[in-house]
């Protein structure tokens, strides 16, 4: 956990390498890579979201570079469930090959492909399901269910000449699962038995203590909300959260109200979540939203994106009026979604400009409209309990959350040796069913930035902090080559500064000052010159206005 | 609440006028002005917090522009107590005019001359405690001892010849406060019984169900945290929360531990608050903090700033081992203080880093280390029932929390055309116990950046909203002034756009062409020719990358 870089040993024949590449000190990209004999199974491909730190990136991809020069050996990518922190990095990598293998379940699948589809990328796919066991080169692969907030997900079990190793991908244990498919604890049961040797298991709620409430308890509070519900009904939550879809349509259908579906990913996720049957549309429920406007106010539920208080998505929009359906007094709306830490200043924006249009606001701080999708620290314990790992690796988590997870391990009787706090890039290799840190790779954030992929770097985006922060004063000088005299100019410009450029009418004869001294000391050089009007320029702007602005001089030559 | 201007009626002699002019529909930059018969009254100055979407801002202040032109008309500015949200603006209203008289309790009056003292002000003060009655001009001033995570908080009753006003200040109601100061209900009550006119009420708290907890609740849970602590103990708190450090201080004298103290405002205002006798410091606890490296690991606790996540505050400066005390395994950080919203990252960021470095991390969500400064739902019923209003203005808060405040005022009695949800600048009249909106002034952000205060407008902080996401290219051209021939250029720069300035060889040629056949239409002006550059640039470079930066043409004559 130093950072330091460690090259790790070459890989003997029959030891298992896992490097996980991304998701350990984040919440999202995750991806883990498996090695053995020549060749690598990939375990998810997800993005990561930019915090405020990384202004202007779209998303944040795992560092390919421990696998780009050997996609060729890949045999496959298991992806455990749909979501975008699992799958949203797929379209990248099959754009450095666009064959390699997909494995993952029915729902899972279908949602990759249509993410691929907008990339224009047809993968190849191998569709499992729980109890299937599949072999894959040197890997055997045995899918189990697991219960998420998003149907269809799995675990998989690796079975290697170097031991067996179980990964949860992200996993809750609700005892009273709306599709009844709970995570298949007597399949964990016979891999403790068989003896698992390392355990990937999902943090994201370790530090949390007891349990996951059953998504099923959300059901009674939508059902009174909407009973009593006096005009139109308005509910927000993530386009992929099938189960959460679903009790809003029981709800509305109870309550003898339609449902329009708002926002291009819900409308795209739900259609592929009824063909599947992973969603059960009552009858003559859902309408086209165009539609709803002949439906009395009272018989209507519009189920939209933007529960994140994301600045395009459907409720943002409808909080600034700048959406066909304008909320107003005697709406109600639900935001039945969590609230990413991050996201806070964004959500509670909405929540103001909506309430402030009339809107009664219902949301998780004032009514149990929502439940996590990880288990808790009193569900982890049953898992170590049952599986009784040799080996842990904590996964998918920022450091506090692989920490308290770790703990949870050590509680349960894992040796603490044998308990791995590993970072992104950590080279973990398992034998004879030890597993031990044997390197640390460097790895970086490749950063999406509109069409681009990996262009922008640290360097930019702390030049972008500078420039959000301070605004920049840009000065252009043309010179005579030949004296150093300047011809053109100061010209001075700045944005994000202050209002009037007239300000820097004070700083112009200096700036021509310091030049004409440079030049009379024989300076020519412009960048030597550029250097000499920065430094006269930000030795002004700090004393005279307690501020560091980006200083872009410009010398040219004339 | 439409935001529309409304341009108020002269006022009528015998009319009391109330203005609040910050602190609606935000947390911060509390001031109300009343006015009656010419005199004008100011309750609270404070200042308001940027959110990341006013970048490089260091305050946010009141718009001053009501009263700016009326100084001489100020018999006073009541602050109710020492928080920066209700003091922090006192320095840059008294450098508009220094001898407006401010009045407070004497801890309050402590915080705000230490404030002024750094801004070189020596302020006229009177120093007023509960119970105490003032007239100043038309307006007779009553005091009432209120409760809050700070001592010596005031709320004030204003009687003037059309009425009584009650105003809160910030509250709660803990009933066994440390300092056994309870808000004076019994005084409450008194006023109810002589007919409150008008309440402004604080609502920070009004949508949180229930009753805040007590403050000495948190007592025993530090004192078994220290018990239990096997090395050092860091604690952080807000520094003005003399009975957060209060409580550390008896927990660590209970545990033989010495207490150093960390943060220049730590420091400040634990020493003021000492020398008061807000603070009663057990003997021989407190130690310099230089002195500390010769006590034993387990008998030293650190109270310090930075509970915020603030990157210059003490707690991440430890995070970032850049501070001469340095966290390691077994020591124990205890955040005992709330998470304000906006703040999570940052916050989360430090518990990571504290967490790596191996100490252990206490804070509100995994133990009860801290309870909130406001009065929650059940409350503040208690407080309408006591009181019985005849109008209500709920004051300080989004406009979820004055929405939820007008609610309760509601449900206990108070008819909702009494009830007044009103914004920032909105003028409310008060005569013969009727209060009613009669304006609405448009008030702006006044922004403190670096020395200088209200340059920075709002364009500029769009500008740096869009260099901070996107960053800048700027392109200069030499061009003959006869004929528009380009002499020098494009010579193209561009920040936390891309690393490598080749690419932009590619819209070089482009530039020449659009400037050559501008020239040749017989464009001369240096901005049109500008403006052709931009919009060559804009073009190719959003349909080249995607991205939308600040493009900065200019183009010279030579």
Redesign the interface.
Same mark, same amino acid.
Request: glycine fraction near 12%.
């Given at each position: +956990?130093t950072g330091q870089i460690i090259e790790p040993p070459a890989l003997e024949a029959g030891t298992l390498r896992v490097i996980p590449i991304g998701g350990l /000190?984040e919440v999202g990209r995750n991806m883990t890579v498996f090695e053995i004999d020549g060749k690598l199974l990939v375990i998810d491909c997800g993005v990561l979201f930019p915090?405020?730190?990384q !202004?202007?990136v779209d998303l944040i991809l795992p560092d390919f570079s421990p696998i780009q020069d050997r996609l060729d050996d890949i045999v496959g990518v298991v992806l455990t469930h749909g979501h975008e922190d699992h799958i949203g990095a797929v379209p990248y990598l099959l754009r450095l090959k666009a064959d390699i293998p997909l494995i993952g379940s029915g729902l899972t699948l279908a949602l990759v492909e249509a993410k691929l589809k907008e990339h224009r990328i047809k993968p190849y796919t191998l569709t499992v399901r729980e109890g299937d066991v599949e072999r894959l080169g040197p890997f055997e692969l045995q899918f189990i269910a697991v219960n998420h907030s998003i149907p269809d997900a799995l675990a998989v079990a690796v079975r290697t000449s170097a031991g067996l190793v179980l990964a949860t991908g992200d996993f809750k244990m609700d005892q009273l699962p709306l599709d009844g498919r709970l995570t298949d604890l007597r399949a964990f049961a016979r891999l403790g038995e068989e003896g698992v040797d390392l355990f990937l298991c999902d943090s994201t709620n370790a &530090?949390v !203590?007891g349990f996951t409430p059953l998504e099923r308890s959300i059901g009674p509070v939508l059902d009174s909300v909407i009973a009593k519900a006096p005009r139109r009904v308005i509910v927000a939550s993530f386009s992929s959260h099938v189960h959460r879809v679903q009790q809003v349509l029981d709800a509305a259908a109870a309550n003898g109200r339609r449902v329009a579906l708002l926002g291009r990913s819900m409308v795209r996720n739900m259609t592929i979540a009824a063909d599947l049957g992973y969603l059960t549309v009552p009858d003559d429920v859902l309408i086209d939203y165009r539609k709803a406007h002949d439906i009395p106010d009272d018989k209507i539920v519009f189920m939209s994106t933007g529960s994140q208080g994301e600045p395009m998505a459907v409720l943002s929009r409808m909080a600034n009026l700048d959406h066909a359906i304008e909320p107003g007094p005697g709406d109600t709306v639900i935001l039945a979604s969590s609230l990413i !830490? /991050?996201n806070?200043?964004a959500v *509670?924006r909405v929540? &103001?400009g909506l309430?402030?249009l009339g809107a009664n606001?219902v949301h998780k701080?004032?009514a149990k409209v929502h439940v996590s999708g990880h288990a808790a620290a009193g569900e982890l314990l049953y898992c170590y309990n049952i599986l009784k790992p040799k080996n842990v690796l904590p996964v998918h988590g #920022?450091?506090?959350h692989l @920490?308290a997870n770790a703990k949870l391990a050590v509680d349960t009787g894992v040796p603490r040796e044998n308990t791995i706090l590993a970072e992104d890039g950590t080279v973990v290799d398992l034998r004879d069913g030890v597993a031990r840190v044997v390197g640390q790779l460097e790895l970086g954030y490749v950063y999406v930035?509109? $069409?681009?992929v990996g262009?922008?770097?640290d360097? &930019?985006?702390k &030049?972008?902090?500078i420039? %959000?922060?301070?605004?920049?004063i @840009?000065i252009?000088c043309?010179v005579e080559a030949q004296t150093g005299r300047l011809?053109? %100019?100061p010209?001075i410009?700045a944005?994000?500064?202050? #209002?009037d450029d007239a300000v820097f009418d004070a700083v112009k004869p200096k700036i021509a000052a310091a030049l004409a001294e440079a030049a009379s000391n024989g300076v020519r050089d412009s960048h030597a010159l550029s250097q000499t009007v920065r430094r006269t320029v930000g030795r002004w702007v700090n004393t $005279? *206005?307690?501020?560091r602005p +980006?200083i872009?001089p410009?010398v040219?030559e004339?």
């Open positions: +956990m /000190g915090e405020e730190n !202004p202007g &530090d !203590p !830490p /991050g806070e200043n *509670y929540i &103001d309430t402030k606001v701080a004032n #920022e450091f506090r @920490s930035d509109g $069409s681009t262009e922008i770097t360097a &930019d985006l &030049d972008r902090r420039l %959000g922060e301070e605004g920049f @840009s252009i043309v011809v053109v %100019g010209e410009h944005r994000g500064f202050a #209002e $005279s *206005y307690r501020r +980006m872009v410009l040219i004339a």
